[in-house]
């Protein structure tokens, strides 16, 4: 089991940049894969990007180029920073982890954190 903890996000204008954090506190030894999901109002949950223990990285079309998702200083931490910015990008974006051989932005995840708001302003 894993839990999970989110900082980072807030406000910005189209076309700057923002920085989310997560933390992954756990008792166990497992190597888990990561990510980032966002849901914006209305609309179905979106994978954003994903990060595996071993560093292989897989994003969603929407943020290729973008978004860049990477492992912390700690063990089970990653960030994802997010440049050029634009509206379409408002959402709550959730941290995940789970301890599977798959990491895919289209798998079900088994852990989640609270979410943070990223609410960017044309």
């Known amino acids: 089991q894993i839990q999970l903890a989110e900082s980072g996000g807030g406000s910005a204008q189209s076309g700057g940049s923002l920085r989310l954090s997560c933390v992954g506190s756990?008792?166990?030894?497992?190597?888990?894969?990561m990510g980032w999901f966002r849901q914006a109002p209305g609309k179905e949950r979106e994978g954003v990007a994903v990060i595996d223990f071993d560093g292989s990285i897989m994003y969603a079309d929407s943020v290729k180029g973008r978004f860049t998702i990477s492992h912390g200083n700690a063990k089970n931490s990653i960030d994802l920073q997010m440049n050029n910015l634009n509206p379409e990008d408002t959402a709550m974006y959730y941290c995940?982890?789970?301890?599977?051989?798959?990491?895919?932005?289209?798998?079900?995840?088994?852990?989640w954190g609270q979410g943070t708001q990223v609410t960017v302003s044309s």
């Open positions: 995940t982890a789970d301890p599977g051989w798959e990491c895919s932005t289209s798998m079900v995840f088994d852990y």
């Open positions: 756990t008792t166990t030894s497992s190597s888990y894969c």
